[in-house]
């Protein structure tokens, strides 16, 4: 559910999905971290762009995710926040968190490649 000034301000492209996510918070979805920036011919009840923000689902689609984020290791990330028509859609995934074999070799191949980073300057 989005205040007026944030659909102005993503119809504008001043949305960023950067470290959000989405979780199941007393049966409801929930938006959180997304930044929209405040719209700019907005006055004093211009919102506030870090604030949690409701998703509005089907209540079969939120209970299709209710029983997945329950199992081990699941969560919700959102892809893309776009305009369709009237509407403002977030287009949400279901991931798994990397093991730590993973964590491990996604370090050592960052750290190569700021060693080759570094040997070229």
């Given at each position: 559910m989005l205040q007026g000034t944030e659909v102005k301000s993503l119809r504008q492209g001043k949305g960023n999905l950067q470290d959000s996510y989405a979780l199941i918070r007393n049966g409801e979805a929930w938006l959180v971290?997304?930044?929209?920036?405040?719209?700019?011919?907005?006055?004093?009840?211009?919102?506030?762009?870090?604030?949690d923000r409701r998703l509005l689902l089907h209540a079969k689609e939120l209970?299709?995710?209710?029983?997945?984020t329950k199992e081990k290791g699941l969560t919700l990330v959102p892809l893309k926040m776009y305009v369709k028509g009237r509407h403002i859609k977030v287009e949400i995934a279901l991931v798994k968190g990397k093991q730590e074999h993973d964590k491990r070799d996604t370090i050592k191949e960052r750290d190569i490649e700021r060693a080759i980073r570094r040997g070229e300057e």
């Open positions: 971290g997304a930044h929209i920036s405040p719209y700019e011919q907005g006055s004093y009840a211009n919102h506030n762009p870090t604030r209970r299709k995710l209710i029983g997945k």
